[in-house]
């Protein structure tokens, strides 16, 4: 990190975020940006019951696993609630992804779903991002971006398929 930068967790950082953050700066939903198919947990529809236990089980967690919690938090859309976090890092720890730096080096995305269609979206969006284009359209529309994950890319990558949605991971 930065000289510049300064980390807070845990009450440290909740202490922050209450003096300098009111209700009034916080952005309503309707303005809210949302990922395509994504859902968003919003911590002021909690109930102060489901607020304080989630705060108590987050600052019964060491820096390190509350540091890949925020990462998860950061990166994700579908894992919301602490026993959803629990069980998803137990089944990154099968994959040898351990910490918030690993879990951060590894992640390429989180699909809504599971199968041959997940596999054929995440192929398409990663051969487009990576700048390659296909021209003229008719021929881009001929690919079969289910061939290209099962030849290519799946050596490349590891799937987790939790909740009903499909996380990929670049092996690491």
């Not at 994959?95 to 730096?101: F, L, P, Q, S």
């Not at 690993?102 to 997940?118: K, L």
């Not at 991002?129 to 799946?154: H, K, M, Q």
Request: hydrophobic share 35%.
């Amino acid at each position: 990190m930065s000289e510049n930068i300064t980390l807070l967790t845990g009450a440290e950082r909740d202490a922050y975020i209450a003096k300098h953050f009111t209700p009034e700066t916080i952005v309503p939903d309707e303005l809210m940006i949302k990922a395509p198919n994504a859902t968003v947990q919003n911590i002021s529809t909690m109930s102060g019951a489901e607020s304080n236990a989630f705060e108590a089980w987050y600052d019964s967690k060491s820096e390190e696993y509350q540091l890949l919690i925020d990462e998860i938090s950061d990166r994700t859309s579908y894992i919301i609630d602490e026993d959803e976090y629990d069980s998803f890092i137990e089944e990154l720890a099968n994959y040898g992804i351990n910490d918030a730096e690993q879990f951060e080096d590894a992640f390429s995305g989180e699909w809504e779903g599971y199968g041959e269609r997940v596999f054929s979206e995440f192929s398409e969006e990663l051969i487009e991002s990576c700048g390659y284009t296909i021209e003229p359209e008719f021929i881009a529309n001929c690919i079969d971006w289910e061939l290209v994950w099962y030849s290519a890319l799946r050596y490349d990558y590891q799937t987790i398929e939790f909740k009903g949605n499909t996380y990929f991971f670049h092996n690491i």
